[in-house]
C-alpha cells in the first residue's frame, strides 16, 4: 500500500518531480509576467483612448472592456488562443509573408494580456481621473504638449491610485495562468496533474503546486507593499 506522501516523488533529480514542477512553476511566472505588463500597455493606452479619444475610439475601447467583463476569462482565453491565432496567420498569409507559429509562451502571454488589458483600462482610466485637474492644467501652461503632459505629470501622479487595483489584477494574473492548462500550455497546474496522474500522489503534488503558489503570492505582497509606500512618498495620509 502506497503512503500519501512520498516526498522522494519531490525530489530535482529522477524519478522525482521536483525539477519539472520547478520548470512549470517559472513558466507560470513568466507567463504571468509577460501578460501582466502587456495588460497594463493595453490598460494606459485604453485608458487614455477612453477619456482622450474621438467618438470611434472610445465606442471602440467601451466595447473591448465590456467584453473583457462580461465573459468568462476561460471562453475569452479560449476564443483569444484559437481565433486569434487562426485569424493572424489568415492575415500574414494574405499579405504574402506565410502563415504565422506562435509558440506557446508568446500565445499564452497575449492571451493573458488581451484579458488583463479590459480591467487595467478602468483601473488607469479611474486613477487618471483622480488626479487633481490643477496639476495638468499648470503643465500645460508651461508649454508641454499632451505626450509629455501625460508622461511628466499624469503617469506618476496616477501610480498611487492604481496601485491597489494593479496589485489585484497581479494576482489574477498568477491565478489566470492556471486556467491556460485547459489549452495545452506547460504550467505549474498542468505539470502538476500529469505529476500526480503518473504517480497516483494527487494530494502531495496539488498541495506543492498550492505551496509554491501561496509562496508567490507571499512574495508578491511584500514587494508590491514596498513599491507603494515609495510611489506614496509625500502624499498626505487620509488614515
Known amino acids: 500500500m502506497t503512503t500519501v506522501f ?15 514542477l520547478l520548470v512549470g512553476f517559472m513558466r507560470s511566472i513568466q507567463l504571468a509576467a509577460g501578460g501582466y505588463l502587456l495588460g497594463i500597455l493595453i490598460g494606459i493606452a485604453g485608458a487614455a483612448g477612453k477619456l482622450y479619444g474621438n467618438k470611434v475610439v472610445r465606442d471602440l475601447f467601451e466595447i473591448y472592456t465590456v467584453v473583457i467583463r462580461a465573459v468568462p476569462e476561460l471562453v475569452l482565453m479560449l476564443l ?14 494574405a499579405m504574402g509573408f506565410g502563415s504565422v507559429d506562435i509558440d506557446g509562451l508568446t ?45 511628466r505629470v499624469t503617469l506618476p501622479a496616477m501610480t498611487p491610485h492604481a496601485l ?25 497546474t498542468l505539470v502538476t496533474r500529469q505529476a500526480a496522474g503518473a504517480t497516483q500522489h494527487y494530494i502531495m503534488f496539488f498541495l506543492a503546486a498550492g505551496v509554491l503558489y501561496l509562496a508567490l503570492t507571499l512574495v508578491s505582497n511584500v514587494a508590491l507593499r514596498r513599491f507603494e509606500r515609495y510611489a506614496r512618498r509625500g502624499l498626505v495620509s487620509t488614515r
Do not use: C
Not at 516523488?9 to 521536483?18: D, F, H, V
Open 107 to 151: 500565445a499564452g502571454i497575449l492571451v493573458i494580456g488581451l484579458v488583463q488589458g479590459g480591467y487595467a483600462t478602468e483601473v488607469f482610466r479611474g486613477a487618471i481621473l483622480a488626479v487633481p485637474r490643477g496639476q495638468t492644467e499648470a503643465a500645460h501652461a508651461f508649454g508641454m504638449s499632451p505626450a509629455q503632459v501625460l508622461r
Open 80 to 93: 483569444f488562443y484559437y481565433v486569434g491565432t487562426d485569424l493572424l496567420s489568415r492575415a500574414s498569409t
Open 6 to 20: 512520498d516526498l522522494s516523488l519531490l525530489a530535482y533529480e529522477p524519478p522525482g518531480w521536483g525539477k519539472v
Open 164 to 188: 491597489p487595483g494593479m496589485a489585484n489584477l497581479w494576482m489574477i494574473a498568477t491565478k489566470d495562468t492556471a486556467l491556460l492548462a485547459v489549452i495545452g500550455f506547460s504550467e505549474l
